[in-house]
């Protein structure tokens, strides 16, 4: 079990809080002890409110991150048919796993996730242009893929370059 879910000893409730911007975990700590406590008048609340929506801010990022490598390798899956790798499949699976957790940990998120490709699909149009080494224009100005082609469309091990 990680400390920072553990319940502080009595006397930690009590210790001096480190500083926020000079040693985070060691604030952290203090902080859950305070919580564990029930001493939620020594909190520092401007720091854990901006740490908070940090925390949702990175859950955000993680799925942009996750959708612009799915998106890019099923473009250059289809743009390249005669380049086809095994890790291209594997990326695809992997990427789609990591966009299941972090929607399964935080579904709120499914209300941004059409505004997520948008805004993220001309980079993955970007980079498979790079790596095909083919111009930006090979490439469809707008996604290609509907959500059941982005979650769901099988890619198949046999069609891959041997």
């Known amino acids: 079990m990680s400390t920072l879910l553990r319940k502080p000893a009595e006397d930690e409730a009590h210790a001096p809080s480190p500083r926020h911007d000079q040693d985070l ?3 952290v700590e203090a902080q859950v002890a305070l919580l564990h406590s029930g001493r939620t008048d020594a909190l520092d609340l401007d720091n854990i409110a901006e740490e908070l929506s ?3 801010a990175a859950q955000y990022s993680r799925l942009e991150g996750a959708l612009r490598v799915l998106l890019m390798h099923m473009l250059k899956w289809d743009q390249q048919p005669e380049m086809r790798t095994p890790s291209w499949i594997y990326s695809i699976m ?3 796993r990591r966009y299941d957790r972090i929607l399964k ?4 998120l499914n209300a941004s996730v059409d505004e997520i490709r948008d ?3 001309p980079i993955s149009r970007n980079w498979a242009s790079e790596e095909c080494h083919l111009p930006v224009g090979e490439f469809p100005d707008r996604c290609p893929y509907t959500w059941d082609d982005i979650l769901h469309r099988p890619f198949d091990l046999d069609s891959v370059k041997k």
């Open 119 to 121: 805004d993220i699909y």
């Open 105 to 108: 940990r935080s579904p709120s």
């Open 54 to 56: 940090d925390v949702g």
């Open 25 to 27: 975990y060691g604030w």
């Open 94 to 96: 992997e990427q789609r």
